[in-house]
């Protein structure tokens, strides 16, 4: 499973219109499962996403977690972070994972991030979103948990 996480002073999903999550100073997370992700993975995944430090300590560091700071999540599927995109003009959209499985792990995922974190907001699988963010810092990382 990839997570793209952005730390953000702000961060929305509309969908026709309607807003539909919204979070304050945490972190936007774009999901994406590829083919053989499981639960096991999306757990892993989530785990290494509530400890990673990214937030800044008394001393300016990135020594605090989403978890440490108390701030939002703010969940949104995103299949096309698998792309494959080797060669050509045109990206390959193979390494994702099934819609099926996509909206199960997803689902999953918030599942288990509501019962671990305290404000947790998502977009839509499968929608026409519209995410808009302020990315504080800018502050952007890449975490991905591949099948074992």
């Known amino acids: 499973m990839i997570a793209l996480l952005q730390r953000v002073s702000h ?8 807003n539909i999550g919204a979070i304050d100073a945490g972190l936007m997370v774009l999901l994406c499962a590829e083919r053989g992700d499981t639960e ?14 990214v937030f800044g300590d008394a001393d300016g560091k990135m020594n605090r977690s989403v978890s ?8 949104v599927p995103q299949f096309t972070l698998a792309a494959d995109t080797k060669s050509g003009t045109r990206p390959s959209f193979t390494p994702a994972a099934s819609p099926q499985d996509g909206l199960r792990l ?3 995922f918030v599942g288990r991030a509501r019962a671990r974190h305290a404000t947790v907001e998502t977009g839509r699988f499968g929608a026409d979103m519209k ?11 890449w975490l991905q948990v591949a099948p074992k």
């Open 40 to 53: 096991k993975e999306a757990d892993a995944l989530l785990a290494k996403l509530l400890g990673y430090r």
């Open 68 to 75: 440490d700071v108390a701030g939002g999540l703010l969940l």
């Open 11 to 18: 961060a929305s999903v509309l969908v026709d219109g309607a």
């Open 106 to 108: 997803f689902e999953h």
């Open 131 to 141: 995410v808009s963010l302020t990315n504080d810092g800018p502050v952007t990382f």
